[in-house]
């Protein structure tokens, strides 16, 4: 199974990536990784945020030679900057992980995987400024360190203008 794949909003701000954090995630199994730990901590510029219960966690897996798929879309609650898995979701995400770890135990080369964090992003007062940049972490396990993933990213490596004029504004 493949290790974690982030939405297009994290990858796309590939100027800002931090390739030590990006090695570390390759040794990261969603199917074995607690996902009480999963954290993303999120540093956006002044006039961004994000849409309040729109931040959510995907998980998927599925089996090529038998065609079968498992998905689910769990809540990721939000103190301060950092978002996490919904307390109430664990459950059901550790019965998916659970599935994925059996079929890879049947047949591992046939199962493919992806964990990925989406979110909609939202504008307060006149918006971002032009040369706004963004800080992204990730903590993989409970209480461990904040990894970071983007550094000082360009806000325009992730949204063109027209994108950020066009989003709605934060409740």
Known sequence: MRPVILSALLLSACTGLVPSTLMRLEGVS???ADPAGFAVDLSLPVGLDVLPGS???????????????ASGRFALERAGN??????ADLPELRDLQATARQWKLENDVAVQGSLS????????GRGPDEDARINVSLQMTEGGNFLPLIRN??????????????????P
């Open 30 to 32: 969603p199917t074995t």
């Open 55 to 69: 931040a959510m966690l995907t998980f998927a897996v599925g089996r090529s030679d038998t065609g079968q798929a």
């Open 82 to 87: 950092v978002f996490r898995v919904a307390t």
């Open 117 to 124: 964090v989406h979110l909609v992003p939202c504008t307060r």
């Open 153 to 170: 990213g360009h806000l325009s490596a992730v949204a063109t203008p027209a994108e950020i004029e066009n989003m709605g504004a934060c």
